[in-house]
């Protein structure tokens, strides 16, 4: 599939914290039951692959709906 076990795992991972930010859960809450070690771990990892913090994603989320 061109991915590694970990980058599917990380993106799994991220997806479930997207789920968690669109409830508006806390950044902290989203990131510890995703998976991921702290905040800045799910910061690093959501900037890294959607372009943006999780904080900017659940504003924009909340805004649109």
């Known amino acids: ?7 599917f795992h990380v993106l799994l991972a ?3 914290a997207k789920t968690l930010l669109r409830n ?9 039951d995703a998976g991921f070690y702290d905040q800045a771990h799910l910061n690093r990892e959501f900037v890294r692959t959607f372009g943006m913090p ?3 994603f659940r504003t924009g989320w909340a805004v649109a709906t």
Request: aromatic fraction near 0%; avoid cysteine; charged fraction near 10%.
């Open 1 to 7: 599939t061109g991915s590694s076990l970990h980058n």
């Open 14 to 16: 991220l997806h479930k």
């Open 24 to 32: 508006q859960a806390p950044i902290i809450e989203a990131a510890l």
């Open 54 to 56: 999780p904080a900017a």
